[in-house]
């Protein structure tokens, strides 16, 4: 199985914050990752996918970097609309995801 | 845009089979992969497997044993069952959403680009 590690697992921040999220596999995985957001109550969003591929529709503001072991998700300038929890995925054996990252106001 | 409806019990008795159904809106069901992903409470998610339309499935190893996804092409709908359920199937199963992507010349299942809002699946007695 190749596990996925997040850090932090909480971030406090401000509106106009840059964050970074990193997510580390255990074994190379090119560069078959995702990122998601998911909020209570809503269907999770793709942000990010193939590590740097910003989703249609994504605001630029969100951009992701990577390949093989390490890759990050980064907010440029954190919205209000941008609290939320964020999850890596792979998808280049079966599909595992990371335990997420909650971005909570400061 | 697709949108995704999961549907079913709310409340499984343990050792039952526990059904979901998601209903595909918007879109055709004859394309693309159609997966499902649950959350227990206070836990990450974790993908329990998928269908292509064509009937081609893949599983999760750790519950390949109990589950199945199949789609029905004439409802536009493809469903879950997970059989001999107990309390560590508890929790909020999601349907999704995957296309295809081509990543080192290689055309493989992709990321999962539109989900359901999720349904919670309490297992007790």
């Known amino acids: 199985d190749i596990q996925m590690t997040q850090s932090p697992s909480t971030l406090s921040a401000s509106v106009g914050d840059r964050v970074t999220i990193t997510c580390r596999a255990s074994q190379t995985i090119s560069n078959w990752l995702a990122w998601y957001q998911l909020k209570p109550g809503k269907a999770p969003k793709l942000l990010i996918y193939k590590a740097s591929t910003l989703e249609s529709g994504v605001p630029s503001r969100f951009s992701g970097s990577g390949s093989g072991t390490e890759f990050t998700l980064t907010i440029s300038s954190l919205q209000p609309d941008d609290f939320a929890t964020y999850s890596c995925q792979q998808y280049y054996s079966y599909r595992t995801f990371g335990l997420g990252t909650k971005v909570e106001i400061k | 845009q697709v949108q995704l409806q999961e549907s079913g019990p709310g409340l499984v008795k343990p050792s039952e089979t526990l059904s979901l159904t998601c209903t595909v809106l918007?879109?055709?069901?004859?394309?693309?992969?159609w997966s499902w992903i649950r959350q227990p409470p206070g836990k990450g998610l974790e993908w329990i497997g998928y269908s292509y339309y064509s009937g081609r499935t893949d599983y999760n190893p750790s519950l390949r044993s109990r589950v199945s996804i199949s789609v029905d092409t004439s409802k536009n709908q493809f469903s879950l069952k997970v059989r001999s359920v107990t309390a560590a199937d508890t929790a909020v199963y999601y349907c999704?959403?995957?296309?295809?992507?081509?990543?080192?010349?290689?055309?493989?299942?992709?990321?999962?680009?539109?989900w359901g809002r999720g349904t919670l699946v309490t297992v007790s007695s």
């Open positions: 999704a959403k995957g296309g295809d992507e081509f990543h080192d010349g290689q055309l493989r299942p992709g990321a999962f680009d539109n």
């Open positions: 918007g879109g055709s069901i004859n394309s693309d992969y």
